[in-house]
């Protein structure tokens, strides 16, 4: 190169034209890098960069299932919690409850299958059980086997703004059956509300109270006399119990030592005593606020490096994204959601007692891969979604939060089905869809909607309390 400049150019312009050479073989070089660069970060994520280590469920599943056994054996093994009239499940409790949820179940009842296709969770090839959920089952003869099922008797709904989803989906059925309509337009400022009363008694005076609207609650003897029911909900991210409504979980904003996002919590246990079924659940735990900062890739999973056991005993091998993501919804499950539920679910038991309530634990649903992929944003990151309610389901791909949000549903359902039965409580599947029979579709905030979600619930919640309420059940 230098000899061909020597030839080309005089010698006092050689030193310049070999200065400028350079240079523009340097811009040349950078813009090369730069160009590649952008590329390769820009491309879409590969399926072998985000995979999981093979044997991460497997090591999930038999995690999961040591912590239920060691669960179970605390409980068998212990006395009492505290003093004073405690109710403990029989064996025979338990095995019958055990079996009634889990025919429940229209996920293992093949109600639901994966197609393997596109591993989209649909109805089964033929349709034909889906058929008959979504267009035979009449709202209106289910809301009138609810009130019949349910009269004269109080109902408390209790959990997260899932559980208020669910509430809502019953005054939904309500209204139609009873053709008035049930207000309720904030999880935090929801009252009871009076249902099931005969259309004759519809002008009653229990209805509105003067002008500043002001519902009464009926009397025990209005209850018998109409058949009428009262539904309620309280907003309780945490199931936090405690006796004295000024307790700071109450009164105070109370952040997540986890995720630093704010945990509502209302006082609820003067309800609790008086209602007569009891309907509550808790949401999977969110993604912390700062794993949506934009950290030049469109997220910041950086804190899922401080969620093993310890630093050098992760929970799962692997050093993916997927796999650490998966990890971090399992330390949260096992730090944060299992222990303060146990403690709810303990001083639930303690302050029953042997009062007869017909208690029932509603699950989460999943949030499905297609939500992500609505989204036209070049930046969106993809991983692999292995947490199906089936674990042997093809690879999907989905965001972080969905797949976080998503396992933690998965790892939920194996604990609490397993473990609340030991305390007399029904564990109750949840499953959602839409009227077009495809789920994925409508993605707002997570949840499911349509026919298929509300006739589930609706036919599960009511085949569940009439099983509770059977005279033949073991005590």
């Known amino acids: 190169m230098s000899a061909l400049l020597r030839l080309a150019f005089p010698p006092r312009l050689h030193h310049r034209?070999?200065?400028?050479?350079?240079?523009?073989?340097?811009?040349?070089?950078?813009?090369?890098?730069?160009?590649?660069?952008?590329?390769?970060?820009?491309?879409?994520?590969?399926?072998?960069?985000?995979?999981?280590?093979?044997?991460?469920?497997?090591?999930?599943?038999?995690?999961?299932?040591?912590?239920?056994?060691?669960?179970?054996?605390?409980?068998?093994?212990?006395?009492?919690?505290?003093?004073?009239?405690?109710?403990?499940?029989?064996?025979?409790?338990?095995?019958?409850?055990?079996?009634?949820?889990?025919s429940l179940d229209i996920i293992e009842g093949q109600l639901w299958t994966f197609r393997h296709s596109n591993g989209?969770?649909?109805?089964?090839?033929?349709?034909?059980?889906?058929?008959?959920l979504h267009t035979s089952t009449n709202t209106s003869a289910l809301a009138a086997e609810f009130c019949s099922t349910l009269s004269a008797r109080k109902l408390l709904f209790v959990g997260s703004e899932n559980t208020f989803y669910l509430h809502s989906l019953w005054l939904k059925t309500l209204e139609?059956?009873?053709?008035?309509?049930y207000y309720c337009h904030d999880p935090n400022l929801c009252t009871f509300h009076h249902i099931c009363q005969s259309l004759s008694n519809a002008t009653e005076p229990f209805q509105v109270m003067d002008s500043l609207r002001l519902k009464k609650r009926p009397t025990e003897k209005e209850f018998l006399s109409w058949g009428s029911s009262v539904i309620r909900y309280s907003h309780s991210d945490s199931l936090h119990m405690s006796d004295n409504e000024e307790?700071?979980?109450?009164?105070?904003?109370?952040?997540?030592?986890?995720?630093?996002?704010?945990?509502?919590?209302?006082?609820?246990?003067g309800h609790l005593k008086?209602?007569?079924?009891?309907?509550?659940g808790r949401a999977p735990l969110p993604a912390p606020a700062w794993s949506y900062a934009n950290s030049g890739s469109g997220f910041n999973w950086a804190y899922r490096n401080h969620t093993y056991r310890n630093q050098s005993w992760p929970y799962l091998e692997g050093n993916s994204l997927t796999t650490h993501i998966i990890q971090a919804a399992l330390h949260n499950t096992l730090v944060s959601f299992l222990p303060t539920t146990i403690h709810s679910l303990n001083n639930l038991q303690m302050t029953l007692g042997t009062r007869h309530k017909i208690l029932v634990w509603h699950s989460s649903w999943y949030r499905y891969p297609q939500c992500s992929s609505i989204r036209s944003s070049k930046n969106e990151l993809y991983v692999e979604d292995l947490s199906g309610p089936l674990p042997h389901i093809p690879v999907r791909r989905t965001d972080p939060?969905?797949?976080?949000?998503?396992?933690?549903?998965?790892?939920?359902?194996?604990?609490?089905?397993?473990?609340?039965?030991?305390?007399?409580i029904a564990f109750l599947p949840m499953v959602p869809g839409n009227k077009d029979h495809t789920l994925g579709r409508n993605c707002q905030k997570g949840k499911g909607s349509g026919n298929i979600l509300e006739i589930h619930f609706l036919k599960a919640f009511i085949a569940l309390v009439k099983y509770m309420l059977s005279p033949e059940r073991s005590p």
């Open 17 to 102: 034209v070999t200065s400028m050479a350079t240079l523009i073989f340097a811009w040349v070089l950078t813009l090369l890098i730069f160009v590649l660069s952008v590329v390769y970060l820009g491309r879409p994520y590969t399926e072998t960069a985000w995979r999981a280590h093979p044997s991460s469920w497997n090591s999930l599943n038999n995690i999961l299932e040591k912590v239920i056994s060691e669960n179970s054996a605390h409980w068998d093994s212990h006395a009492p919690i505290a003093s004073g009239p405690q109710y403990r499940a029989s064996r025979d409790t338990v095995h019958e409850i055990n079996k009634f949820q889990n």
């Open 120 to 132: 989209i969770l649909g109805a089964s090839d033929t349709r034909r059980n889906l058929s008959s």
């Open 176 to 181: 139609k059956y009873e053709g008035r309509q």
């Open 247 to 269: 307790d700071m979980a109450y009164t105070k904003p109370m952040v997540d030592i986890f995720s630093h996002v704010r945990v509502r919590n209302a006082y609820y246990l």
């Open 274 to 280: 008086r209602a007569d079924v009891i309907l509550m």
């Open 401 to 424: 939060w969905s797949l976080y949000h998503n396992t933690q549903v998965y790892i939920q359902n194996r604990l609490m089905r397993a473990l609340l039965p030991r305390y007399g």
